[in-house]
């Protein structure tokens, strides 16, 4: 992104303090609170202090990310980090992708949104079963200055779903090279090579 004038703009330094998470996921706020361990933040969970969960209305993950954050900076006058993520299947042109938590439901029954995305894939003859996950995250600060992150990682679809020990399409995602489901994973093996600790990675080099 650049400035006025073409000139790039800073990026903002993250002080030691406390940090909104704003996301109402727990599995989430989990990963996000592991992946930013170590940096003397005092991270706080949107539940925790009772913010909204703001209708996600963006096109882009990027969008939605930058609006979640920005409601959760603004409530809380703190800097708030927001992730908006999902899995994008090859075969169904990218879906669910910013609408993988929508294809849950109400009730977010992610056995009924994974059964969703295998019945398309099925019903498409020789479709291939790529698939992505990305992880967009911004970070917002009550003044309105705002961060950018993506990440993502490449695998394939297995049915049926393998492994309780992530959460959302993780027992569906197999990622590229390896014979265990995200699913299957312990928290620090998909951290190795996830979406979200790509996304991280990036925002760590950035910003501390
Ligand atoms: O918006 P917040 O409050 O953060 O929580 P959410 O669950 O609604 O999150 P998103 O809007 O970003 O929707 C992303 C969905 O994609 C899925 N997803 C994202 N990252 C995932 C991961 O690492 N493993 C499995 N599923 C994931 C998961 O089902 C999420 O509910
Ligand atoms: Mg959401």
């Known amino acids: 992104m650049s400035g006025e004038g073409g000139e790039p703009q800073a990026i903002r330094k993250l002080r ?12 989430k706020v989990r ?7 170590g940096h003397g933040l005092d991270v706080v969970s949107a539940a925790e202090l009772d913010l909204p969960e703001p209708e996600e209305t963006g096109t882009t993950f990027v969008m939605n990310a930058e609006l979640k954050a ?4 603004d409530l809380s ?17 990218g879906d669910p992708g ?3 938590a929508r294809w849950a439901g109400e009730r977010k029954d992610f056995g009924a949104a994974m059964r969703l995305v295998q ?12 698939a992505h996950f990305v992880c967009a995250l911004a970070l917002a ?7 950018w992150f993506e990440g993502r990682v490449d695998g394939t679809l297995v049915w049926p779903p393998r492994g309780d020990k992530g959460f959302g399409y993780d027992p569906m995602f197999l990622p590229e090279g390896r014979d265990q489901t995200f699913g299957e994973m312990d928290q620090d093996e998909k951290h190795a090579i996830s979406h979200r600790a790509d996304a991280f990675r990036q925002l760590v080099a950035a910003v501390f």
């Not at 030691?16 to 599995?27: D, E, M, T």
């Not at 920005?70 to 900076?73: E, F, I, L, S």
């Not at 006058?77 to 042109?93: F, K, N, Q, R, T």
């Open 16 to 27: 030691p303090g406390k940090l909104v998470i704003a996301s109402h996921n727990p599995g």
């Open 31 to 37: 990963e996000i609170a592991a992946l930013l361990e």
């Open 119 to 130: 019945d398309k894939v099925d019903a498409i003859d020789g479709a291939s079963r790529d």
């Open 77 to 93: 006058g703190l800097p708030a980090l927001a992730d908006d993520s999902g899995m994008c299947v090859e075969a169904l042109g």
């Open 70 to 73: 920005r409601v959760a900076a």
């Open 141 to 147: 600060w009550p003044d309105g200055h705002v961060e």
């Open 98 to 100: 910013i609408f993988s």
